[in-house]
């Protein structure tokens, strides 16, 4: 594994966005750990996660120009982070994100921020992806915009999980709008970084029994 990876897992860990135990993901799957991006609280810790989103977007996408969007709520403070972390490196990009409700007055509208124009790439940035509904979400609302497409979308986790076949929900997304889901880290490389602390074996096995029912074929 990569070092930046290993430091990305006890940086979400750290800052208590990894988290071990029961949940219920939006899909509504019970699952035994839980990414949260919304618990990102500090001015350093939003500094160093849009850090890490850079590190991968210049590792798949280069310097290339493009427009970030971050869905509410929790994808606008990563957009802003990214959207400033790729500016520290010499690539500056705009931002915007949606309003869960329409505004009726003043500008009116469902963005905020920068308004795309017809022929600009958009990457999406999320927290992450279990079966693919929060993109489907966003595609739904991006539609909006004439003339634009969206080139990729940048998560934290791939989770590997079965989408609505047996492919991984990314996999499927790809298929569906034709743009690549790229992860920082996925769930193989957080089970790599467990196993290397015997502390964590009860959570590595509660992890791996899950994935060998929901986990993707491909």
């Not at 290339?64 to 994808?75: D, E, H, I």
């Not at 969206?150 to 743009?179: H, L, N, P, W």
Request: charged letters at 30%; aromatic letters at 12%; glycine letters at 10%.
């Amino acid at each position: 594994m990569e070092g930046y990876k290993r430091e990305f897992i006890k940086f979400l860990e750290d800052a208590g966005v990894l988290k071990f135990g029961d949940f219920t993901a939006k899909s509504g799957r019970k699952i035994p750990y839980f990414i949260n991006a919304g618990d990102i609280k500090t001015g350093e810790q939003i500094q160093k996660l849009g850090e890490f989103y850079a590190k991968a977007y210049f590792e798949k996408v280069g310097n290339k120009r493009a427009v970030l969007y971050g869905p509410a709520y929790k994808g606008i403070p990563i957009a802003v982070s990214v959207a400033v972390a790729l500016a520290r490196e010499g690539l500056d990009v705009p931002f915007f994100f949606n309003r869960k409700e329409e505004k009726d007055h003043g500008e009116g509208g469902v963005f905020v921020g920068y308004k795309p124009q017809s022929g600009e790439d958009i990457v999406i940035v999320e927290d992450v992806v279990t079966a693919g509904t929060a993109i489907r979400e966003s595609m739904a609302i991006l539609s909006k915009l004439e003339g634009t497409k969206v080139a990729a979308t940048f998560v934290m986790v791939d989770r590997k999980e079965k989408g609505q076949t047996d492919k991984s929900a990314i996999a499927e997304v790809a298929d569906e709008y034709g743009f690549p889901v790229y992860s920082v880290v996925d769930v193989y490389d957080i089970i790599e970084y467990l196993e290397e602390d015997e502390a964590n074996r009860e959570n590595v096995e509660r992890i791996k029994k899950y994935l060998e029912v929901n986990g993707a074929k491909a």
